[in-house]
C-alpha cells in the first residue's frame, strides 16, 4: 500500500542534531504542500512546519530557528534537520501531505530526547 516512510529518528542527547527524511513508497508522489507532523504520548498531532514546491517553508512557533525543512525533487523525499533539540521535541515524527491525506500516514518515526 502506498504511503509514506519516514526514517532517521533515534535517541539524542539535549542540545544534539538529527536528520529525518520521507519518502513517498510505489507509485504516491510528494503533494504540493509537504508538512511534518509530530505527536508526542497524550498530545494531540501538530504541524511542525511545512514546504512547498518551489522551497519555501514554514515553521510552528516551538521549532523556528531549531528546524529546518528541504525537498530533493529528483528523489522525491522531503527531508527535516533538527537542531537544538530539546526534550520537548519528543514525539513519533511524520511527514505527510498539508493538509493530511488519512490514506497515506506511515508509521513515524521515534525521536527522543535525553540525557
Known amino acids: 500500500q502506498e504511503k509514506f516512510v519516514e526514517s532517521g529518528g533515534g535517541l539524542v542527547q539535549p542540545g544534539g542534531s538529527l536528520r529525518l527524511s520521507c519518502a513517498a513508497s510505489?507509485?504516491?508522489?510528494?503533494?504540493?504542500?509537504m508538512g511534518w507532523y509530530r505527536q508526542a504520548p497524550g498530545k494531540p498531532r501538530e504541524l511542525v512546519g511545512h514546504?512547498?514546491?518551489?522551497?519555501?517553508?514554514n515553521y510552528a512557533d516551538s521549532v523556528k530557528g531549531r528546524f529546518t525543512m528541504s525537498r530533493d525533487k529528483a528523489k522525491n523525499t522531503v527531508s527535516l534537520q533538527m537542531n537544538s533539540l530539546k526534550p520537548e521535541d519528543t514525539a513519533v515524527y511524520h511527514c505527510?501531505?498539508?493538509?493530511?491525506?488519512?490514506?497515506?500516514w506511515g508509521q513515524g518515526t521515534q525521536v527522543t530526547v535525553s540525557s
Open positions: 505527510n501531505s498539508v493538509p493530511p491525506d488519512e490514506d497515506y
Open positions: 510505489g507509485s504516491l508522489f510528494l503533494a504540493y504542500v
Open positions: 514546504i512547498t514546491r518551489g522551497g519555501n517553508t
